[in-house]
């Protein structure tokens, strides 16, 4: 499966991990020098999942899990009282839940005075694609007012397919190659906690004008829409849609790429009212791919 394609294409066990670095005194506080990152948000995001903790399926005798850990603000310290944190990942077979009503093995639950969250779910696996295997994942977005939403992936130590992935052999991924340890109880102990960052948001108007459907130059049959969630450019696709970013001079860049990898798209508005945007991103066989798309006014 190409590159663009494909992102847009019982004991009970919990696992632990802190997103945290060192806390250093600047001579009036104590900072927190804590490490927030980011992965691709993936195919497969469907906002409005059921708020609920427990994921868990009547006669699913998968591994269970529990995932928690504490939400911050940007000082790495002070918690964030009711943070919105949402929680997907596929079942046994490696599918994901893109239609039902039922939201299997989706989530939605909102951070206590203390910051904490928690979820109680089975491990996931590792699935295939067409030439690739991503390694056993949970995707997590969280969302708190006056930081930018964090979306990220979860992997797991000792995951064979992690070196050949794209996204979790990346250096910003380290410290979310998540260890499963058993605890003497016969559970496994579990945290993942991280500080949000504050990001400058392109004007809503501003986007509004780039919504629309695109056809491509060279081929007419070929069709992109564009939308708007959360204040944000999203490209729509079979689950929700993919994100992106503004970096400044008309152009967007899709969320969380590693590094040497990128998705981009670079609009032109003429003088007519017309509005078109070329897409250009790097391809799993590392080749570089250009389109253009147009929408009349």
Not at 29 to 58: A, H, K, M
Not at 174 to 186: D, N
């Amino acid at each position: 499966m190409k590159r663009r394609n494909f992102i847009k294409t019982s004991t009970l066990s919990a696992f632990a991990i802190s997103a945290y670095g060192f806390i250093h005194f600047d001579g009036e506080q104590y900072i927190g020098d804590c490490e927030t990152t980011s992965d691709i948000l993936g195919p497969y995001y469907r906002p409005n999942s059921p708020v609920r903790s427990n994921l868990r399926i009547t006669g699913d005798t998968h591994e269970l899990v529990e995932l928690s850990g504490y939400i911050r603000h940007n000082d790495c310290l002070t918690p964030y009282k009711n943070a919105k944190v949402e929680l997907w990942h596929c079942d046994r077979n490696g599918i994901y839940d893109n239609q039902s009503p039922e939201f299997r093995y989706r989530g939605t639950v909102f951070t206590d005075e203390k910051g904490f969250y928690s979820f109680q779910t089975v491990f996931p696996v590792a699935y295939a694609g067409e030439g690739f295997i991503r390694p056993a994942h949970f995707h997590m977005m969280i969302t708190a007012e006056s930081y930018q939403p964090l979306i990220t992936q979860l992997y797991f130590k000792g995951d064979k397919h992690i070196d050949d992935d794209l996204y979790a052999s990346s250096p910003n991924a380290k410290k979310r190659i998540l260890e499963v340890k058993k605890m003497s109880t016969g559970t496994t102990k579990v945290e993942y906690s991280v500080g949000m960052s504050e990001v400058l948001n392109l004007e809503v108007a501003s986007i509004d004008k780039l919504l629309g459907k695109y056809t491509q130059v060279n081929d007419k049959e070929k069709v992109i829409e564009l939308f708007k969630f959360q204040n944000r450019l999203w490209m729509k696709n079979e689950a929700f849609g993919n994100k992106f970013e503004y970096i400044g001079n008309n152009i967007f860049e899709e969320a969380n790429n590693p590094d040497g990898m990128y998705w981009r798209l670079e609009f032109k508005i003429l003088a007519t009212g017309t509005i078109n945007f070329t897409e250009s991103y790097i391809d799993t066989d590392l080749s570089d791919k250009v389109f253009t798309y147009i929408k009349d006014k």
